[in-house]
């Protein structure tokens, strides 16, 4: 099987897993928007149902969701007209098939979607298999938003926590910026034993802004596997 082959199929899956969320919305919902290429293909798929007569509005976790929406005609509001989401439909970097614990913020986008999921009735999270480990943070490390000032320091804090802390950059060379004009450094812990203490360690670093490490926050997964959609609840 080829690279191109092995991609076209992950980029199904993961349509399917959005695909089943995207049924889960109903009339009248106020809906958070993730980020990531996953999250794109549920914007698609509401995008879809709005022009067959669904009326939703969206609360967008990122500039580019909220682009893409906007263009598809999904109407947009804030935290100044709903202070209360009635579900989001999210991507995850790893998922913990045990406990439903998630790593996010690789598209970057980690602050924003964290709270808007922490507004949520319900965070549906979608993937495709790959996604679902044993134990997080074998495959990816965990992205950290972090202050720009002293940025130095807070990566050492962090190093004294375990991590390997690696500042994000963008493909011409320039620290990457999240939406909130802050810098992400990715921590490779390796297999973490405790998501939850680390999640509050970071926590309590000062010169952190949020880990994207989240705990408890998933109420449904939807898993897009060979065999079909799994949907794995707490
Ligand atoms: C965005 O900041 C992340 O939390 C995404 O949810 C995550 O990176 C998943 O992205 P993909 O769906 O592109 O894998």
Known sequence: MTNTQSMGDRDARKREAAMAAVAMVDDGMIV????????????EGLIERVRGG?????IPTSERSAKQARAGGIELTDFAHHTKVDLTIDGADEISRHSLDLVKGLGGALLHEKIVAAASDRLV?????PKLVAGLGGTVPVPVEIV??????????????????VLRMTPD??????DSGNLIVDCHFGLIAD?????????ATIGVVESGL???????????TPGGVIRLGR
């Open 32 to 43: 958070g928007l993730g980020t990531g290429s996953t999250a794109a293909f549920a914007i």
């Open 54 to 58: 669904l009326r939703i509005a969206g």
């Open 125 to 129: 999270i979608i993937a495709d298999e």
């Open 148 to 165: 720009a000032f002293g940025w130095e320091t807070t990566a050492a804090r962090l190093a004294r926590l375990g991590a390997k802390p």
């Open 173 to 178: 060379g320039a620290a990457f910026r999240t």
């Open 195 to 203: 998501p939850g203490q680390l999640a509050q360690d970071l926590s």
């Open 214 to 224: 989240f705990i408890g926050m998933a109420a449904t997964v939807l898993v897009a």
